[in-house]
């Protein structure tokens, strides 16, 4: 499965950005999605993961009600809606899979693909 992150930059606190992970190398709709992110000296955390088909979306404390993830199975790809950025927002987020586990999200060793990260930088 090969994965391909789009969508960061530079955004003022309070902005959005939609960012997006297109994916490849295998039936999309067979396919767990997440994303991460890691900021500068942390630890790479779980930010928001959605099903097959979408009926069950996890989210991290911390993002949840600001952020949204979706997915287009017609387009291969999965999407995060990023509103009412704050400086803390500020990392690398990368998309992923979960195929070992598609119900627990706790930690990236349960990830078994990685796209190349985007930056994503809010500023205050």
């Known amino acids: 499965v090969q994965l391909q992150a789009s969508g960061g930059g530079l955004v003022q606190a309070g902005g959005s950005l939609r960012l997006s992970c297109a994916a490849s190398?295998?039936?999309?709709?067979?396919?767990?999605m997440g994303w991460f992110r890691q900021a500068p000296g942390k630890e790479r955390e779980f930010v928001a993961a959605?099903?097959?088909?979408?009926?069950?979306?996890f989210y991290a404390d911390s993002v949840r009600g600001r952020f949204t993830i979706s997915r287009d199975n017609a387009k291969d790809t999965v999407y995060l809606q990023m509103n009412s950025l704050r400086p803390d927002d500020t990392a690398v987020y990368y998309c992923?899979?979960?195929?070992?586990?598609?119900?627990?999200?706790?930690?990236?060793?349960?990830?078994?693909?990685w796209g190349k990260g985007t930056l994503v930088t809010v500023s205050s």
């Open positions: 992923a899979v979960n195929d070992k586990y598609p119900g627990h999200w706790s930690s990236a060793s349960v990830v078994d693909y």
């Open positions: 959605i099903t097959w088909s979408g009926a069950t979306i």
């Open positions: 190398g295998r039936d999309f709709s067979t396919l767990v």
